[in-house]
């Protein structure tokens, strides 16, 4: 049996959501991310929470400002399906030094089995790792960010973080 490693610190968590029409108050998916960081005591400030546009150049200006600042990971929501404004893969791919292949591989067959079924092959949702920080992009629905939360990120963030800083 092997032993999952965890680091000694907090790890701090930045939050990004993509939308055209999301303001702090309707923003349910970058709320969700908020409360299951906070029922996790993650360290995370309202200063490293961001609205931006489905705009390519705006969600790469605030990744790489995130990534050159003192964060452990960044989780987006929001801009991940298959419509001409959904840019969120287009922006962040290009970015990544490692795609961690299996949290899209994973979080699409779960929300095949739990959540939407068939619909399941228009989520996007990416992760993937910069330097030594790992970006998670998720789907903008409450639904999604909840099967992301609680069956993928809580569960390895930990393990994640101590694996791109050992």
Do not use: C
């Not at 993650?42 to 961001?50: E, G, L, P, Q, T």
């Not at 739990?114 to 228009?122: C, N, P, R, W, Y």
């Amino acid at each position: 049996m092997s032993t999952i490693q965890s680091i000694n610190r907090d790890i701090k968590v930045a939050i990004l959501t993509i939308s055209d029409t999301r303001t702090t108050e309707t923003d349910k998916g970058g709320q969700l991310v908020q409360k299951y960081l906070k029922d996790l005591n993650v360290a995370w400030k309202d200063s490293n929470y961001r609205i931006v546009k489905d705009e390519i150049g705006q969600i790469q200006d605030q990744i790489n400002e995130w990534l050159n600042a003192d964060i452990d990971a960044i989780i987006t929501t929001g801009g991940t399906g298959i419509s001409q404004r959904d840019v969120t893969i287009e922006a962040i791919k290009p970015l990544l030094d490692k795609e961690i292949e299996g949290f899209g591989e994973l979080f699409r067959y779960l929300s095949y089995v739990e959540d939407v079924g068939s619909k399941a092959i228009l989520s996007r949702a990416l992760a993937g790792t910069k330097r030594n920080k790992v970006i998670f992009a998720l789907p903008g629905s409450t639904g999604a960010v909840k099967l992301a939360m609680e069956k993928l990120i809580t569960t390895e963030l930990n393990h994640i973080v101590y694996e791109l800083n050992k």
